[in-house]
């Protein structure tokens, strides 16, 4: 389903809603992954078609490394586009209105899922899967600002890897993630955070599904 420039992949027709920000045709294989782990059905909306470095960052930044672009940093623009079209027409097409919305992501698309969190109240959890919190100035922005609407809950995973590898700053990954953690805990909000075997890009498609399970059952446990 094409909406507002991007594509949106459904799996599923019941139960909670998951928005996954994804690469194209990573969803099935997230769900298929997923649906073991959760306690019931769920509907995942898999988004594509994104500007990568542009639409999942919050605000510009050079590039991070030798092989990334810099960043324009125009989140605020897809998060409307994401919240007034794509989930409302996900929403229509399902059918029936979910009992909890969640936002999970990897990478960029993680940093995104956290940062949606604190300009829409329309997700009651996130999952941040080896998610980019080393961006510059993004700890400093969670410790300051307060979420736009109550959040059920948080997942945050890291390969324990993550940390020995790519440029500097994305080396401050792991103690990037802590003081995300810290600082949604200390705002009153439940959090996981999971370390996982190996590097950044190892078996994203079973930790997402992790992940999701997670934020999900949160959702249930309302």
């Not at 045709?25 to 078609?49: H, N």
Request: aromatic letters at 10%; hydrophobic letters at 40%.
């Amino acid at each position: 389903m094409d909406i507002s420039g991007h594509h949106a992949d459904i799996y599923g027709k019941e139960g909670p809603l998951v928005v996954l920000n994804a690469a194209e045709g990573e969803g099935e294989k997230v769900y298929r992954r997923a649906l073991p782990l959760c306690s019931g059905p769920f509907t995942l909306a898999a988004v594509s078609g994104l500007s990568w470095y542009d639409d999942l960052t919050p605000w510009p930044a050079w590039s991070f490394a030798s092989w990334a672009p810099s960043c324009k940093g125009v989140a605020d623009e897809y998060i409307k586009a994401l919240t007034g079209e794509i989930v409302p027409k996900v929403i229509e097409s399902v059918g029936h209105r979910p009992s909890s919305i969640s936002i999970a992501g990897y990478s960029l698309a993680g940093l995104f899922a956290l940062y949606a969190l604190f300009r829409t109240d329309v997700f009651s959890t996130a999952a941040s899967v080896s998610g980019s919190l080393w961006y510059p100035g993004f700890a400093d922005f969670t410790e300051s600002h307060e979420t736009a609407g109550k959040v059920e809950g948080v997942y945050l995973s890291l390969g324990d890897r993550e940390d020995k590898g790519g440029s500097r700053i994305m080396r401050t990954v792991g103690e990037s993630t802590a003081r995300v953690e810290r600082a949604l805990r200390e705002k009153g909000i439940n959090t996981a955070y999971e370390m996982n075997k190996g590097g950044h890009f190892s078996d994203p498609e079973g930790r997402l599904a992790k992940g999701i399970a997670w934020v999900i059952a949160q959702g249930v446990a309302r």
